[in-house]
């Protein structure tokens, strides 16, 4: 699988941003706000890395309680798949757990996303490519 970005969880996007861009990250569009999870999304990109800031939105925000135990942290690696249903049945099969539904993402044109859980490894995203 190939890497689309790094999900890093911030508390303020406004404030990450310029960091980001102190280490060469440019902003890729602007802060989309996503009503389907409570978060504010940016993409930034150095090179052939992309990286998604989130910002929760509310204390009712699906990354809100993440937020607190972590701060400021990566927290997810996505990957493209072709098909994101029979992706999501393989990872099952090998152990990884499906954290809700495949679901659409505003921040990205609006492609189907699932988030699963590993154990041994954490959360990762599956965006399907097509």
């Not at 409570?38 to 929760?56: A, K, W």
């Not at 990957?79 to 993402?105: F, M, R, T, V, W």
């Not at 859980?117 to 990762?124: D, E, R, T």
């Amino acid at each position: 699988m190939r890497i689309h970005h790094i999900g890093y969880l911030v508390k303020n996007i406004a404030k990450a941003r310029g960091p980001f861009e102190e280490l060469g990250y440019e902003a890729e569009g602007e802060v989309v706000y996503d009503p389907l999870r409570d978060i504010d999304i940016l993409f930034m990109v150095n090179g052939d890395y992309r990286i998604e800031l989130v910002q929760p939105k509310s204390p009712e925000s699906v990354v809100a309680n993440t937020l607190k135990k972590i701060g400021n942290s990566p927290y997810h690696i996505c990957y493209y798949c072709d098909d994101i249903s029979k992706a999501q049945i393989e990872l099952h099969e090998k152990g990884y757990y499906p954290l809700g539904d495949i679901e659409p993402a505003v921040a990205i044109g609006g492609r189907k996303v699932c988030f699963m859980l590993n154990p041994a490894i954490g959360m990762i995203e599956l965006v399907e490519e097509t």
